[in-house]
Structures are given as structure tokens and as C-alpha cells.
């Protein structure tokens, strides 16, 4: 397992022009979140689901990684296996820096992907920033049932968190990157690391920042290059 377990929220993608969604202004301020990300949405509003994730797929298609998933990519490809680069996040910024697809885990799912609805197929399929139904209509090639968006909506299983509660458990240094911490409880995997660094754009009302070594309060890509020095040093001890 990693010594070192940065894990990140849609603030690291926000000066990609990426929304967030809690900040004012936010995606769950534009959408309702238990419309299109609930464990029934493409039961009870398939379509405007469907339409929710086309255009957010499209947009991305435009976006660049910025200098903090730069800076995280360049330091897991020099430590693959003393970092673990774990992301809340559904888009590619990571994978466009330069990291592999298997360099970066996605606790809640990938937003160039479609699965299969078919519990016992559960085919994954990358479409890149296609609609839904530009591919194959909407179904799946395997056995042509309907597909969804490979998202992980509120109330559903979320397999990658196993992994993120084993690399907790080892990790040495915890880093935390723009998130609020309203899912992922950040204050209590803070305290199983020897040391941890939280940087957010502001405070946020569901992380108590006490119980983090090192408060950075700015943009990530401000920030970036203290949380690398700080890695660097903890990985090379002089
Ligand atoms: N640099 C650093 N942090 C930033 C920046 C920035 N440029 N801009 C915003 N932030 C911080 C905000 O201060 C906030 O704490 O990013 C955080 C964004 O919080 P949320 O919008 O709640 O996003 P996130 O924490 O990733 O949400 C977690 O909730 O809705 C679900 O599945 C969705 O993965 C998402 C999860
Ligand atoms: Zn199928």
C-alpha cells in the first residue's frame, strides 16, 4: 500500500472550468441532485438524467487539467508506488495530465463510460464525450439491454470505496484536495495518518480542520506546490 494517499474533490478540477457542487453557483444549485443522482433516477427521470450526463460528458471534451493535476500526475508517475492518487471526481483531468487509467481510482464512477443496466452484464463501454445514444443507440453490444451513465448516484453501492479504506489504513501522509468532506468523512481518515495537509479554496462547515497537520486556505494550484515540496521531503528524508 501507498505511504502517501492524496485524495481529491471537484474543487482540484474547478480552474478547469469544471463546476462544483456545493459553491454557490454550484451544480446542485443548477440541479436538483435527487433528480439525476439518486439510485432511482434513471427509473423514475431517465431522460433528463441521460441529458444531465451528455452535457456534462460533452463539456468536458473542452477542458484542460490545470497545474495541480500536472503537478500530481508528474509526482505519481516519479512515485508509483508510494502514492496513491484516489478522486471524487468523474472527469478525466487526471488521465489528460498524463496519468494511466489505472494510476487513478474514481470512488464515484467515470463520466466517459456508459454500463450496461443488466445486473448479471454490467459491461463498461468508454464512449468518449458522445450522448448516450449515439452509441449503439443506447444499448448495450453485449446483450443489448439499456445502458446508463457509469456514475455512482446517492444510495448506490460504490465499490472503489474498499480501496480507498485500505490505502487509509497505510497511508502515512494523508493529503486532501477540494473537497467540502459533506460524503467522504476526511476529519476521521485524517487522524489514522502521521501527518495530513487539507487545502480548500475556503473552510468548509463539514470538515473540522484541526485535526489536520498543515491548513492551506487557497486555490489548488497555489497550493500545489508546497503540498509537492512537503511529499517530496516526506518521501526522502534527508
Ligand atoms: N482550489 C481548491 N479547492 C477549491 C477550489 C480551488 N480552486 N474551488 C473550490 N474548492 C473547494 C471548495 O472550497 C469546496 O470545499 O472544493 C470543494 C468542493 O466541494 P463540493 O462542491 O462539495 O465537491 P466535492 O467535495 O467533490 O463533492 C463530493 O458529492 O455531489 C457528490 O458525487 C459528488 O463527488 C461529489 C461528492
Ligand atoms: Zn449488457
Known sequence: MAKVLILSGAGISAESGISTFRDSGGLWDEYDVSVVCNYDSMQKHEDVTIEFYDKRRSELKSKEPNYAHKRIAELKNMYKKEIAVITQNVDNLFEKAGLKPEDVIHLHGFLTQLRCQDSYCGKVFDIGYKS??????????????????????????????????????????????????????????????????????????????AYFSKVLYKKATEAVDEIAEEIETFLNPR
Open 132 to 209: 448516450q445514444k449515439e452509441f449503439n443507440g443506447g444499448r448495450c453490444l453485449t446483450c443489448n439491454s439499456k445502458l446508463r451513465p457509469n456514475i455512482v448516484f446517492f444510495g448506490e453501492q460504490a465499490p472503489m470505496y474498499e480501496e480507498l479504506n485500505k490505502q487509509i489504513q497505510d497511508c502515512e501522509l494523508f493529503v486532501v484536495i477540494g473537497t467540502s468532506g459533506n460524503v467522504i468523512g476526511v476529519n476521521t481518515m485524517a487522524q489514522f495518518a502521521t501527518r495530513s495537509i487539507l487545502n480548500n479554496y475556503e473552510p468548509s462547515s463539514a470538515i473540522n480542520d
